[in-house]
């Protein structure tokens, strides 16, 4: 049974930054970081192959968010950095069972999801 904790959401003013992180139990290979705001869908924010050497980001948050894993504490992250109101959102972590290619942007491409952490950015 995989199970996804995540963590490090919280109040922040815009330009300043917070490290998420998701805790994973379990077998997973993909991994990402979607998330939600209010009224809208879940849309993809970073990902990063089981083998860890490739990552993929929204255009959204290139060159501010960085996403990393650490293997052997089976836990990935999320750096964000120069944070704006539009990051304000319930953020997600996701995992895969298969172990892709390459980094899947689309919700379907997940199969085991955290119960998400709320990043709040004021202007």
């Known amino acids: 049974q995989v199970q996804l904790v995540e963590s490090g959401g919280g109040l922040v003013q815009a330009g300043g930054s917070l490290r998420l992180s998701c805790a994973a139990s379990g077998r997973t290979f993909n991994m990402g970081w979607f998330r939600q705001a209010p009224g809208k869908e879940r849309e993809f924010v970073a990902g990063i192959r089981w083998t860890g050497d490739i990552t993929n980001y929204a255009d959204s948050v290139k060159g501010r968010f960085a996403i990393s894993k650490d293997n052997a504490k089976k836990t990935l992250f999320l750096q964000m950095n120069n944070l704006e109101p539009e990051d304000t959102a319930v953020y997600f972590c996701?995992?895969?069972?298969?172990?892709?290619?390459?980094?899947?942007?689309?919700?379907?491409?997940?199969?085991?999801w955290g119960q998400g952490t709320q990043v709040t950015v004021s202007s």
């Open positions: 996701a995992a895969s069972k298969v172990p892709y290619m390459v980094v899947v942007t689309a919700t379907p491409g997940y199969d085991y």
